[in-house]
């Protein structure tokens, strides 16, 4: 029944081996789909499951049936009554395939075990740097005063998140009426569980009393009618389709909102989410709005239209990081290795269609049709690859931003193929598969981490001291995310040097992290 397991990976996985002059072994094929796509992908996918199916003989499937209590009505083809199934996340039935393809649930909970000693010195649980107890001042500064409005900038790796949670943490402490809201809006999951983990260590460090964490993103979706008080952490797109569905519910939550976090507030000005925040702040309760950016534009350009509605947003009021003796923070941050010395390379390469490299350069936003026609092209595939093995050799810690799924999925596999430890994570992942490959890659099982649209925020994996850009871009924002995952410094957890490598010169003259951190400073004047 069905085709050959290899199906499962993209055709050019196989046909890009011989590129490396090695000859697939059938034998191996197997084992290297369930490696790169994992076996949980494989049963959770639909597309991927009803392949597996094929490979059940008859006696096989229609026992799985029984397993699963439903009536085999044509013995001869049990494939077709599988196939029409639903396997919902978490539910009997989903547990039951598990089980008879016995494959054991991925556990993701990490107990976090400390020991103290009498006689140990005491340093503080959520410390602050310098720089960032200077900007807590300036921030609150302009919170107190009548325009309650600001973007605190502060550049990937410096901490952003711990800044701004020492700032919500002193609101809560100062909220004597024990009744208050304070809302962290973000427009990714990850990001909003970076919030929620974030939020949970900075309160049990610095809080005093008891304060109720509300999820409203991905699978949290219930009402928003309960919520009275506390820290809501929301998706942008969920609270704004809750104030569409629980209008009245929406109006009375917005009135008791005291204090609003715009993680990634360069989005802000985005016309849904602009509605949204708009609505927010129009409450009974003025509440105060901060937003937290690495990149405080729409648009490379500063006179483009949505970089002086952002700046506008936030009454031209904008927090850096000043230090003295130093014209640039980031300057002064890799000085004191909080940010990684950057080495910028780029890796030359010429589509086949010479066109396409004049498309590249000059469209605003790239289409998803090149991308995905970019990711299949087997010589640009194994030029990255090539130079991800040479990082590897080096001992390097490796982030790769593919063009495509696809992409990532054929370089992750002809690099577990070649024997290197690599992971891949796209969209498409499962929830739980993303969280354990992460795992492996913070705690050192894998080497190279290969994504597509997920990491380019709320990922945090100090040590990753090498970003291979192989998906191009015309956007400075996005371009500067993508680097930031390999800037930490070792005085943050991370390295002394970062180096970044990038497919081709997408932006001309981006090859300076302290010009970047400043493009958009006229438009905040």
């Given at each position: 029944m069905g085709s050959d397991i290899s199906s499962l990976l993209p055709v050019q996985t196989f046909q890009l081996l011989n590129e490396f002059e090695f000859e697939t072994i059938r034998k191996n094929e197997g084992q290297l789909v369930i490696d790169v796509l994992g076996e949980e992908t494989l049963l959770t996918q639909k597309k991927f499951r009803d392949k597996i199916f094929q490979y059940l003989n008859s006696k096989q499937a229609i026992d799985l049936l029984r397993k699963l209590d439903i009536p085999c009505h044509d013995e001869s083809n049990p494939w077709?009554?599988?196939?029409?199934?639903?396997?919902?996340?978490?539910?009997?039935?989903?547990?039951?395939?598990?089980?008879?393809?016995?494959?054991?649930?991925?556990?993701?909970?990490?107990?976090?075990?400390?020991?103290?000693?009498?006689?140990?010195?005491?340093?503080?649980?959520?410390?602050?740097?310098?720089?960032?107890?200077?900007a807590i001042k300036e921030v609150l500064h302009y919170l107190n005063s009548q325009q309650n409005r600001v973007l605190l900038h502060m550049p990937t790796g410096s901490g952003k998140t711990r800044t701004a949670m020492n700032i919500v943490c002193n609101f809560f402490r100062n909220d004597y009426s024990n009744n208050s809201l304070v809302v962290w809006l973000a427009n990714t999951k990850e990001l909003c569980e970076q919030a929620c983990d974030e939020f949970k260590h900075a309160w049990s460090c610095l809080g005093?009393?008891?304060?109720?964490?509300?999820?409203?993103?991905d699978k949290f979706d219930d009402s928003i009618d309960s919520i009275s008080s506390g820290f809501l952490v929301s998706g942008?797109?969920?609270?704004?389709?809750?104030?569409?569905?629980?209008?009245?519910?929406?109006?009375?939550?917005?009135?008791?909102?005291?204090?609003?976090?715009?993680?990634?507030?360069?989005?802000?000005?985005?016309?849904?989410?602009?509605n949204l925040v708009n609505c927010i702040l129009a409450g009974a309760s003025k509440p105060g709005l901060i937003g937290l950016s690495a990149t405080p534009g729409r648009s490379s350009i500063s006179s483009d239209d949505e970089n002086q509605k952002l700046a506008e947003l936030f009454f031209r009021q904008k927090?850096?990081?000043?230090?003295?003796?130093?014209?640039?923070?980031?300057?002064?941050?890799?000085?004191?290795?909080?940010?990684?010395?950057?080495?910028?390379?780029?890796?030359?390469?010429?589509?086949k269609d010479i066109n396409k490299r004049r498309i590249i350069i000059k469209d605003k936003?790239?289409?998803?049709?090149?991308?995905?026609?970019?990711?299949?092209?087997?010589?640009?595939?194994?030029?990255?690859?090539?130079?991800?093995?040479?990082?590897?050799?080096?001992?390097?810690?490796i982030i790769v931003f593919a063009p495509s799924v696809?992409?990532?999925?054929?370089?992750?596999?002809?690099?577990?193929?070649?024997?290197?430890?690599?992971?891949?994570i796209t969209a498409t992942s499962p929830s739980r598969s993303r969280v354990t490959?992460?795992?492996?890659y913070k705690n050192g099982d894998i080497q190279i981490l290969v994504n597509y649209g997920v990491l380019t925020t709320g990922f945090d994996a100090p040590k990753t001291n090498v970003a291979i850009i192989a998906r191009p871009t015309n956007s400075l924002v996005l371009y500067s995310q993508m680097v930031g995952r390999a800037?930490?410094?070792?005085?943050?957890?991370?390295?002394?040097?970062a180096f970044i490598y990038t497919v081709v010169d997408q932006i001309s003259g981006f090859k300076d992290l302290s010009k970047a951190f400043l493009n958009w400073e006229e438009i905040w004047i």
């Open positions: 077709e009554t599988l196939n029409k199934l639903s396997f919902p996340e978490n539910s009997e039935r989903q547990n039951i395939l598990f089980e008879f393809f016995s494959i054991e649930r991925m556990e993701s909970d990490i107990c976090d075990v400390r020991e103290e000693s009498a006689n140990e010195l005491i340093y503080p649980q959520y410390p602050l740097f310098d720089h960032q107890a200077n005093h009393k008891k304060i109720e964490i509300h999820k409203r993103f942008v797109d969920m609270l704004y389709s809750r104030s569409i569905s629980e209008d009245k519910n929406f109006l009375k939550l917005v009135n008791k909102i005291k204090l609003v976090i715009f993680d990634e507030a360069h989005l802000a000005v985005a016309p849904t989410y602009e927090v850096i990081l000043k230090i003295p003796g130093y014209a640039n923070p980031i300057q002064y941050l890799q000085s004191e290795k909080y940010i990684a010395k950057v080495n910028y390379e780029s890796i030359p390469y010429t589509p936003d790239i289409s998803p049709e090149i991308l995905k026609e970019l990711g299949l092209d087997e010589k640009r595939n194994a030029l990255i690859i090539e130079s991800i093995i040479r990082q590897i050799k080096l001992q390097k810690k696809e992409s990532a999925i054929i370089i992750a596999s002809i690099l577990r193929f070649l024997g290197y430890r690599a992971g891949v490959t992460i795992e492996q800037i930490r410094g070792s005085k943050a957890g991370g390295n002394d040097e």
